[in-house]
């Protein structure tokens, strides 16, 4: 019974000493609605898979349209799966903004590599991107996801949103999504079994 359970306990350990949370927007933390915690979202349906219930953030980024972002991690991706970057527009500030309905647009994300199969986001501790020179002025969340598929049939979300004041840009409108409601849990980049069959293609959700 002992045995059983150090190894229950170590395991246990090294299952969350693998999870990570975004904490930080170009090194500023003050900006990153942050995290509770770095355990992961398991539900797609779930409001947490929105900003994961981060609490409020007192600093707003400036960026301009065109430049580039980077969300750190706290660790390394050490989980297999694919990471992707949404912009939603604040109609007021920023800091009081939910993302409720539909206003959330991805910009950025990181697929599947082949032979051999692998995720280009992998062993990566930050996620670099640019904001598209065509959106419009303004305040906005920009969250970072990725979606661990290590446990086939139990995607695991690790999510952090942060708040950007964004200069410059256009007139762009892009379709929107809202979240949740962006992807079915039957969504086949979620189903997958990333080890038995090794995949030959996928499509990130």
């Not at 003050?30 to 900003?51: D, E, G, K, L």
Request: overall charge positive; glycine content about 10%.
């Amino acid at each position: 019974m002992k045995v059983l359970s150090i190894l229950a306990i170590a395991s246990a350990f090294s299952s969350a000493s693998a999870h990570y949370i975004f904490t930080n927007l170009n090194g500023n933390r003050a900006a990153v609605r942050q995290p509770a915690n770095n355990s992961p979202v398991t539900s797609v349906t779930s409001s947490a898979v929105r900003c994961n219930n981060g609490a409020a953030a007192t600093d707003v980024l400036t960026v301009a349209a065109g430049g580039s972002l980077t969300f750190g991690l706290d660790n390394t991706f050490y989980h297999l799966g694919p990471a992707a970057v949404y912009l939603a527009k604040a109609s007021g500030s920023v800091t009081s903004f939910a993302g409720d309905g539909a206003v959330w647009f991805k910009i950025a994300e990181w697929g599947a590599t082949f032979n051999p199969f692998s995720f280009k986001c992998y062993n990566l501790n930050a996620l670099t991107f640019t904001i598209p020179r065509s959106i419009s002025a303004g305040q906005y969340l920009v969250r970072a996801e990725q979606i661990g598929l290590h446990v086939a049939g139990a995607p695991q979300w690790y999510i952090s949103c942060g708040q950007i004041s964004v200069t410059g840009g256009g007139s762009a409108n892009p379709s929107k999504v809202s979240i949740p409601g962006y992807v079915a849990a039957n969504d086949p980049g979620l189903t997958v079994n990333i080890y038995n069959p090794v995949p030959t293609a996928y499509k990130v959700p």
